[in-house]
């Protein structure tokens, strides 16, 4: 399969948002455990913020890895991260301007 050059052509992650009231969300993707760890090491650049993503819940097929947000638009900006999350999940190299910001 020859990678996607076109983050258009990725399909986004599965993820779901939680109301954590008083505005906050949570949203929740579900990503292969295996490279769980590496998706959580650098924050993603969305809409002009970072957000952090960190270990959630572990079960035997997946691992779900969760950032918390305060936004007006809770599905679009979780949608926003998924799409970020898809190509970074297939490009095990950093692409997105966070990840070569915080490189070390």
Do not use: Q, W
């Not at 929740?28 to 952090?52: E, K, M, Q």
Request: glycine share 2%; hydrophobic share 35%.
């Amino acid at each position: 399969a020859m990678p996607n050059a076109n983050p258009h052509d990725t399909p986004p992650v599965p993820f779901f948002v939680v109301n954590l009231g008083e505005g906050k969300s949570k949203a929740l993707f579900s990503v292969p455990s295996h490279i769980a760890r590496r998706l959580t090491t650098h924050p993603i650049l969305c809409r002009g913020s970072y957000f952090d993503l960190r270990i959630d819940t572990v079960d035997d097929l997946a691992t779900y890895i969760a950032t918390e947000y305060v936004s007006p638009d809770p599905e679009t900006t979780a949608r926003e991260i998924s799409k970020r999350l898809a190509i970074r999940k297939d490009n095990p190299a950093p692409s997105d301007t966070a990840e070569l910001v915080f490189r070390r």
